[in-house]
């Protein structure tokens, strides 16, 4: 089992900034990728970012690119998502999530674990 607390939600304005930590514990070492998805009202969730633990490869949806960073700790167990110049349209509630897989995951059916979530807004 992974454990996966996510952390650094919040309010912003739009060009503003956040920084979402998700801390892993457990069998961490099963689930050599993780990823980022958001999820709004009344909307699918979807991917966000994606980060290999070991060669720190990484992957991005195309609405995120050149303003979202993932990033990973790996003496913490932390991954770290980046956000900046936020955009209305950002707003969603974001999730950390494990996966067996040992690339680059951009499909939620093929994580294995969740965070709860954390509440991001971005206001106009």
């Known amino acids: 089992q992974v454990q996966l607390v996510e952390s650094g939600g919040g309010l912003v304005q739009a060009g503003g900034s956040l920084r979402l930590s998700c801390a892993a514990s457990g069998r961490t070492f099963s689930s050599p990728s993780m990823g980022w998805f958001r999820q709004a009202p009344g909307k699918e969730r979807e991917f966000v970012a994606a980060i290999t633990w070991s060669a720190g490869n990484t992957g991005y949806a195309d609405s995120v690119k050149g303003r979202f960073t993932i990033s990973r700790d790996n003496a913490k167990n932390t991954v770290l998502l980046q956000m900046n110049s936020l955009k209305p349209e950002d707003t969603a509630v974001y999730y950390c999530?494990?996966?067996?897989?040992?690339?680059?995951?951009?499909?939620?059916?093929?994580?294995?674990?969740w965070g709860q979530g954390t509440q991001v807004t971005v206001s106009s």
């Open positions: 999530a494990a996966s067996k897989l040992g690339t680059v995951v951009t499909i939620a059916s093929w994580y294995d674990y």
